[in-house]
T-cell receptor
Framework: AQSVTQPDIHITVSEGASLELRCNYSYGATPYLFWYVQSPGQGLQLLLKYFSGDTLVQGIKGFEAEFKRSQSSFNLRKPSVHWSDAAEYFCAVGAGGNAGNMLTFGGGTRLMVKP | DAMVIQNPRYQVTQFGKPVTLSCSQTLNHNVMYWYQQKSSQAPKLLFHYYDKDFNNEADTPDNFQSRRPNTSFCFLDIRSPGLGDAAMYLC?????????????FGPGTRLTVL
């Protein structure tokens, strides 16, 4: 069975600083990896995804993530954080199956942005 | 724009009083999912439909039921809500099973149980 670990429950960065959110996964086959963002009281919005190909993927809102198979990681990065990036971030690994694309989520990282 | 819609956004019910949450989609996706998300936790899958085929997660309580009358709509019924069922309920869709695909989420319904 697959699993996802987000080691950092909370992260605080200053506006304009760079950001890296960590994600480690465990999965026996080729993983399908996702980062979602959730603002307070809202649903989950897809930031980016990795299925295959180039291991550095670009997403919306200036985010990128790099898939590193050797480290079983899919860390999310942004060079300069904006106050509006304050939210909860979830990493997820997907597995195709006969009846659906099951997602296993990490526990989430809450990002706070200092002015 | 194609989207996933959930109604209502906020629902208040009384302990033990049945409640139904609604989800609709204009994406024409074959798979629809219901998740429960408690405060500061990751979403937890309750069940999903592939077309009309219902798939229940092993640890989903019997108190939770679902209906999918057509491709566009899916309902979550909580037969006798307890205080522990207060949570955000998220609906999501994806195109097809068995292939890498993205799940698209609705805005959620926040359920309060008094």
């Amino acid at each position: 069975a697959q699993s996802v670990t987000q080691p950092d429950i909370h992260i605080t960065v200053s506006e304009g600083a760079s950001l890296e959110l960590r994600c480690n996964y465990s999965y026996g086959a080729t993983p399908y990896l996702f980062w979602y963002v959730q603002s307070p009281g809202q649903g989950l919005q897809l930031l980016l995804k990795y299925f295959s190909g180039d291991t550095l993927v670009q997403g919306i809102k200036g985010f990128e993530a790099e898939f590193k198979r050797s480290q079983s990681s899919f860390n999310l990065r942004k060079p300069s954080v904006h106050w509006s990036d304050a939210a909860e971030y979830f990493c997820a690994v997907g597995a195709g199956g006969n009846a659906g694309n099951m997602l296993t989520f990490g526990g989430g990282t809450r990002l706070m942005v200092k002015p | 724009d194609a989207m996933v819609i959930q109604n209502p956004r906020y629902q208040v019910t009384q302990f033990g009083k049945p409640v139904t949450l609604s989800c609709s989609q204009t994406l024409n996706h074959n798979v629809m999912y219901w998740y429960q998300q408690k405060s500061s936790q990751a979403p937890k899958l309750l069940f999903h439909y592939y077309d009309k085929d219902f798939n229940n997660e092993a640890d989903t309580p019997d108190n939770f039921q679902s209906r999918r009358p057509n491709t566009s709509f899916c309902f979550l019924d909580i037969r006798s809500p307890g205080l522990g069922d207060a949570a955000m309920y998220l609906c999501a869709t994806s195109r097809d099973p068995g292939v890498p695909d993205t799940q698209y989420f609705g805005p959620g319904t926040r359920l309060t149980v008094l």
